[in-house]
Nanobody
């Protein structure tokens, strides 16, 4: 399973950003997908997840209503649309694949991509 996250950057508070996780159609058909982030000096935390079917999603309370996870099966890609960004959203963002549905447990995801840095200035 190969995952490659991209789309990070430096933005101002209130801006939007869309992250992409390039996988494959086979990966999306076999695995549930998640986004995690690791703020500076902190542990990696759950952000959002989407089921293998694409029909169900879950979010951390801190991003609910601002972030949207989606997927394009034809492109084999998972997205994280981030709106109304806040300085506390600053982190390295990772995409991951796992067999457990919509779990926020980091250890349930066995496959990880490299991170992409998101920095939100105030």
């Amino acid at each position: 399973v190969q995952l490659q996250a991209s789309g990070g950057g430096l933005v101002q508070a209130g801006d939007s950003l869309r992250l992409s996780c390039a996988a494959s159609r086979r990966t999306l058909s076999l695995y549930n997908m998640g986004w995690f982030r690791q703020p500076p000096g902190k542990e990696r935390e759950f952000v959002a997840a989407i089921s293998r079917s694409g029909g169900s999603t879950s979010y951390a309370d801190s991003v609910k209503g601002r972030f949207t996870i989606s997927r394009d099966y034809a492109r084999g890609t998972v997205y994280l649309q981030m709106n109304s960004l806040k300085p506390e959203d600053t982190a390295v963002y990772y995409c991951a694949a796992g067999l457990s549905t919509l779990t926020s447990t980091r250890d349930a995801y066995r496959n990880w991509g490299q991170g992409t840095q998101v920095t939100v200035s105030s």
